[in-house]
């Protein structure tokens, strides 16, 4: 099976991206991969297997590798005879943020009959803002956190007593997000998050919630993760994620009860079936006297939560048979004839 590892793209999340394309070298070692690099430029670039390292990115070296087209059916690499189709079986989509989880790269895909592992359009759309992902989850009966909606060039007033979260609509990884505890600190948060954003979401910042992250998909069967509270800290930051986006190691499973493992995972399977086929998602929940609160959605998360399951490569190999597919629509011009013999011509 050659899998295409497709990463980069023009997003705030692009080394992100190259660290988890690099890290699936090592947890995808024995499945044949190509790598295929999306410059900030959105280029296309073959890169080497022994080029995967973050220098070959921010020096620039990647842009000596082969450029790259999307044509029908897949990748071709131009050549002095001609055009040299790339071949691979599936395309892992590994672009976090802009580009890779707003729905653009999947589009691509379905367009140019390219199979692939990633949420398709509609699942993008519900999980790239955060502001639908919260419609989301309450026209399917999962519960979010209250929340604020401020916009760029809103009045800077809130109701939400403080202490409060303050995070851009459409990015992930905690960048340019802040926890607010003193008036005087609003502004300032909201400075950091417009940066990122032109529309912020507020939400109250709870002392003592838990918060658990199960990740899964659904092949023949679901393939659960284990169920991991993350590192005990105020929140996750920036340099905290980028660093847990590099693991390839093994984590142990959250201490919680089977009836708490059981609202999770419930909560988990509503929010991924049917719209997240064909994809492997994070999702991070809250826990507060037994009730379950969605935060996020992770719909291409970081290393592709590789730490989470027993056996990821065989899980992605029976993903890979289990991928969705458009339906195939015959044009057969009928309508069109019909009016054309209608009015006497052929």
Known sequence: ??????????????????????????????????????????????????????STFSSGAYEKSKRLQLQKGGFVAGGMFGDKKIDIDTALNLIHGRDGEDGKIAGLFEFYGISYISPRAEACAMSYNKLYTKFFAKSIGVKTLPYELLSKNSERKITTVLPVIVKPARLGSSIGVSIVKEPSELDYALDVAFEFDTDVLIEPFMEGIKEYNQAGCLTDRWELSIIEEPQKAEFLDFEKKYMDFSRDGKVTSAEISPDIASKIQESFKAIYDPLFKGSLIRCDFFEQNGEIYLNEINPIPGSMANYLFEDFRGMIGRLVKHLPHEQKITIDYRYIHSIQSAKGKV
């Open 1 to 54: 099976m050659r899998i295409a590892i497709i990463f980069g793209g023009s997003s705030f999340e692009h080394e992100i991206s190259i660290v988890s394309a690099i890290t699936m070298q090592k947890v995808l070692k024995g499945t044949e991969l190509v790598n295929i690099f999306v410059s900030s430029d959105r280029e296309f670039f073959l890169i080497d297997a022994k080029d995967m390292k973050s």
